[in-house]
């Protein structure tokens, strides 16, 4: 009752918390959306006003540019000479035009545009009006003066292309009390719209670290990605080939790719190569986004970090289905606003995995706490950078979502290093345990093959011989063959118990020889499919024998039985002798020691010993078989056998 008790409270725990953390996820997720869309009111700077703003504060190196413009649909009015034409409508920054209503009909999103508006500024300080990683080609006129040039522009969507940074910039000076009309010419592309926000950089040290902002940490941090891989490498190759896993790998790898398209380095790249395929970056990030989440699962399966059985087949077929569809509706949504539902109705769906890995985590499964972190890290990077990708954002949210790579960065090195400190702890243990193995079996050699043992049958083998010469054969030859079980005992591991048993019988033999009086042995074998380590059992027969005191009393015995129950197999050796006081002599008798510790050692079996002064003392050892090993016993019928 007790423990289904504590299963029950395992279980309200892990809703509880499991539910925690998906509502911290979401609302983490949401206060980034509500930072970057108050961003302005946050940091203190100006506003448009109508469709005016006014920046004259010296203060103001950076202000995010967003509001409301004049908008021009199919116009590009400084290019085309249209800067008497009237605006089709005063419409807010940033965000997508498709399926606005303008002139009784909506727009389509593969139109071309420019939007317009007026501001003041410091005068006789250069600045820049731009944005980076925006999807499409935009240009940039101050007074009729270009500015800035993005992407390449044209009238057709398809010709339309930018490799995610400014292509040229000249900055302008304003005069003093001069007003600007800032006009931005957008190229037809397949988002509809001027979807990211234009920024406004004064001073030259701003207008250079802002076209290049990020791009050392960021290359810190792939460099460190890069190294995650590379060690993961390392450790695979040093694998045994089933024990090698490569779901980390691809994990790793998508994380680092994911990462990469998601950050304005993407134009080192393609400068390089002379292309400008900037346009389907979001396209590409959710591939390896939705590459990441399956390697993620397939990564924890594979380690047993959590489990499926079949009870959530239907939940797992029910999500397969749901996350085609909306793979489906994410390429099929291209240039629509709805396009983010499909992508938070799979990171909602994704979300769910926190029930198992906080059940892994509760049960102590290995290392299910840190993939709990990483996960969290999943889920929050994936979410702020969609919104970005989607420009449901006005302000990029890659710095952000460095921080949280980093977060799962250092959760998978500290997997790393704990891993390797196991793989450490192991080796010494099986160093440990091969050292403690050999000095066990000389120690037990040294203990059975006694001078004084061995000058004590040789002389009463001589006698014998005297006597009887055909007893004196059988008295060397059971003395040959307790010579070779002791030789046995360092060479086999286990042997099976009947050739352990016939040893004992050879060695009781030797011992009525030897002190030339009657030893009872008395057996009870229920049980003999089984190995044990070779001479397991004789010290502790042995020991019956000669400190007991069973040969001085005629009822005396020493009894060996055996019995297979709930998957044990069970030895006992009794004798009815003086007994002794466990706590004073067992850690003083060698035999006993060695032979426990061997036992437990190579057959992981547990050594009960009991004695009673003037009672006897009973020795229980158990350890469990493999199963259906008990389909192979041997079930005799009890029998007691006297050895003569």
């Known amino acids: 009752m007790g423990i289904d008790n504590a299963e029950e409270v395992k279980k309200i725990k892990v809703w509880i918390f499991s539910v925690a953390l ?22 203190n ?9 006014d920046i004259g504060a010296e203060d103001n190196e950076y202000v995010s540019l967003y509001g409301h413009n004049e908008f021009f649909y199919n116009k590009w009015i400084v290019t085309d000479g249209l800067e008497a034409a009237e605006p089709d409508a005063v419409v807010e920054v940033p965000k997508a035009w498709t399926g606005w209503e303008l002139n ?15 501001m003041t500024v410091e005068p006789g ?38 490799d995610g940074v400014c292509s040229s910039v000249t900055p302008y000076i304003a005069e003093e009390g001069e007003l600007l009309t800032v006009v931005v010419e957008l190229s037809a592309s397949e988002t509809g719209g001027l979807t990211s926000s234009m920024c406004y950089v004064r001073g030259e040290w701003a207008i250079a670290n802002a076209l290049r902002y ?45 990462y990469f398209f998601s950050l304005d380095l993407y134009w080192k790249i393609s400068e390089t190569d002379n292309i400008m395929i900037y346009n389907c970056i979001a396209e590409v990030f959710y591939a390896f986004a ?36 909306c793979i489906g509706a994410y390429y099929g949504l291209i240039g629509y606003n709805e396009r983010i539902i499909p992508v938070f109705v799979q990171i909602g769906v994704f979300t769910l995995l926190y029930f198992p890995l906080l059940r892994a985590s509760f049960d102590r499964v290995k290392f299910a706490a840190l993939y709990t972190v990483i996960f969290f890290g999943i889920i929050f990077a994936m979410g702020i950078t969609f919104m970005d990708m989607l420009n449901f954002v006005i302000i990029g949210t890659e710095s952000v979502a ?9 959760a998978v090195y500290a997997i790393y290093l704990l891993r390797i400190r196991e793989q450490n702890l192991a080796a010494l243990r099986a160093e440990e345990y091969r050292r403690r193995i050999t000095e066990i079996k000389s120690a037990i050699l040294r203990e059975q093959i006694k001078p004084h043992f061995v000058f004590n049958c040789l002389a009463s083998i001589q006698q014998i011989y005297h006597e009887n010469l055909q007893e004196g054969d059988r008295a060397l030859e059971s003395f040959s063959r307790h010579l070779r079980a002791n030789i046995d005992a360092d060479e086999k591991v286990v042997i099976p118990f009947a050739q352990e048993l016939e040893n004992i019988l050879n060695y009781v033999k030797l011992e009525q020889m030897r002190v030339a009086k009657e030893i009872n042995l008395m057996l009870d074998v229920e049980f003999w499919d089984f190995e044990i380590p070779a001479l397991a059992l004789q010290p502790f027969v042995e020991n019956a024998i000669k400190h007991s005191g069973i040969l001085d009393d005629e009822d005396g015995y020493v009894l060996i039985a055996t019995e297979f129950a709930d998957g044990k197999v069970v030895i006992t050796v009794e004798d009815n002798g003086c007994g ?10 060698v035999g006993l020691r060695n032979s426990r510790e061997r036992l437990s050692l190579m057959t992981g079996a547990e050594t009960e010993i009991v004695s009673r002064i003037g009672e006897g003392t009973r020795i229980t050892i158990s350890f469990e078989m493999e199963s259906g090993a008990d389909s192979g016993a041997k079930n005799g019928s009890e029998a007691e056998h006297e050895d003569d």
Not at 45 to 53: A, R, V
Not at 133 to 149: K, P, S
């Open 22 to 43: 998906i509502v911290v996820t979401a609302v983490m997720i949401f206060l980034t959306w509500l930072c970057s869309e108050n961003f302005a009111q946050i940091m």
């Open 45 to 53: 700077m100006p506003q448009m006003d109508g469709t005016h703003i």
């Open 104 to 118: 009784g009909s909506k727009l389509d999103r593969f139109g071309y545009a420019s939007y317009r508006w007026t």
């Open 125 to 162: 300080v250069p600045f820049i009006i731009y944005t980076k990683n925006f999807i499409g080609a935009y240009r940039v006129f101050v007074n009729g003066q270009l500015c800035t040039e993005y992407g390449s522009m044209s009238k057709d969507p398809t010709e339309t292309a930018s």
């Open 214 to 258: 990020g791009d050392t940490l960021a290359c810190v941090i792939l460099g460190a990605l890069l190294m995650l891989i590379l060690i993961n490498l390392v450790i695979n190759a040093g694998q045994e080939k089933e024990g090698r896993d490569w779901t980390l790998t691809v994990f790793l790898s998508a994380l680092a790719l994911m």
């Open 290 to 325: 939705v590459l990441l989440g399956v390697a993620f699962v397939v990564h924890l399966v594979r380690t047993n970090v959590i489990k499926f059985g079949r009870k959530n087949l239907p939940v797992l077929i029910g999500s397969g289905i749901v996350n085609l569809a």
């Open 402 to 410: 460095t921080y949280a790579i980093v977060f799962i960065m250092i």
């Open 580 to 589: 002794f006081d466990v706590d004073a002599v067992g850690e003083k008798s």
